[in-house]
């Protein structure tokens, strides 16, 4: 279970699969909405608002749930969002990046500090981790999409960066400014995408023994509960075999 891929691995430990689906779309929708405001309301014109559908299709949100969003950031309706990001550590010694859209930055960050501290990590300035991690654009497919071979291949034509391929699916890194481009070769060859977003990809990763990773594991838990939480992303390792004693 790697720092990067935290979301699809842990989103399967927790249980309440409605509360947590409504909890998603609500950041799904937030990011669309400031998304379209930061640029053109047009995916095909903006590059961050088309991950930002693309990733909301992949999470099941209702084609008008995504039209609505983003009709909202084209009216200047609604609330308006600062994106806040935190850096810290985690038990282990883990380092944390935790991306946030708020409209109260005190709420937010009373919130998650409280959630590191009273869970074995802490936070520090920023830039205090986040220059051990690459600013990249991320593309997930399933294990389904293809082989290791076949996905490469795919990747290495459309232009990107890296591939990292598993028993759990795809994993393709992109340049930013690249994304959009990447991201539509490979729905050429190799269908929709499951995920596509902007990530920060760690240089070097830390394994996590089974003590720490299940205060890690609780940390990142509550982190994501908050709804101000967009993403936590982090340089952990944790073997299967200390997953599966969890």
Known sequence: ??????FKNIQHRKGAQDRKRA????????????AAKAGLPDPAMNARLRAAVLAARAGGMPKDNIERSISKAAANDGTNYEEVRYEGFGPGGVSLIIESLTDNRNRTATNVRTAVSKNGGNLGASGSVSHGFER?????????????????EAAL???AEDVESSEDGHEIW?????????????????????????AWKPGTMVTVGEGDAA???KLIDALEEDDDVQTVWGNYDVPEDVLEKL
């Open 1 to 6: 279970m790697a720092g990067h891929s935290k």
């Open 23 to 34: 909890a998603a779309f609500s950041k799904l929708s937030r990011e669309i909405t400031v």
């Open 136 to 152: 990249l654009g991320l593309i997930s497919y399933p294990a389904g999409a293809g082989s290791a071979e076949k996905v490469f």
């Open 157 to 159: 034509e459309a232009g």
């Open 174 to 198: 992109t340049a930013i400014d690249g994304m959009h481009d990447v991201a539509k070769a490979l729905e050429a060859v190799l269908g929709e995408a499951e995920g596509i977003k902007l």
């Open 215 to 217: 205060q890690l594991l």
